[in-house]
């Protein structure tokens, strides 16, 4: 019994020891911080950029710990990102980021621009898949988004579908918002598409392709116009003499 009391006065002994080293370590890195340390390597799975006020300003962060990115001063609902920066703006809402992931299977990179209170209108993004043959794209996009539907009015509309757990509904949801332009027109990319193509490609406000100025997969350079219903009206290839 005399040696278990021992023990236990050890035991306690140990534990002081512990908690006195682990307070003086907390104090020490406060006092580095505020007086501005500097170190040569941080390994962190997340790291969080504040303003003065507290305020997220940027995470840098991989997969899966990645901000889901916020709106109006919530946070949006926990979603698969890939390793990368978000970007948040004054009020808060998440206004950007560079994502990237690649495996054997597939891989890519995106930097997004986004509207104010609405979704990415510039990216300067790669994709690749190499699932069922090698199928490659990169370049620059922009899209129109409404500023009478926000990505607010986009998620609650959504959500307000996906509780009736009706599919049919939800993808009549989708097409009617998609027909009003609401959930984003794609009017411009500029690069190599997945069909080899390499130019610069043009939509009307509806999304509908109007003008191609590319190069083939046979080197061919050609001028493409289109009508209303995305049909080739017209083509010409410049290098014919």
Known sequence: MEQFNRQIKMLRGYVAVLTVITIGCVIALVWMARRGARYDEITAQR????????????VISDHAHQHPGAMNGKDLPMRERSAGMIFFNTEGDECGGLVYDGTKASAGMVYSIDQYKNDQIMQIQYQQDSAQGLSRSYGFKLWDRSDRFTLQNEI??????????????????ANAL???????????????????????????????????????????????TLDEKGEVVSSARLDKR
Do not use: M
């Open 47 to 58: 790291i969080n950029i504040v303003e003065p006020d507290g305020r997220l300003a940027l």
């Open 178 to 224: 998609r027909g009003k332009g609401y959930l984003g027109t794609e009017r411009l990319f500029l690069g190599r598409t997945r069909e080899g193509q390499t130019g610069l490609f043009l939509r009307d406000d509806k999304g509908i392709p109007r003008l191609r100025i590319y190069i083939n997969k046979q080197n061919e350079p050609l001028i493409e």
């Open 156 to 173: 609650d509309y959504f959500d307000s579908l996906q509780r009736l757990h009706d599919t049919a509904a939800l993808n009549a949801g």
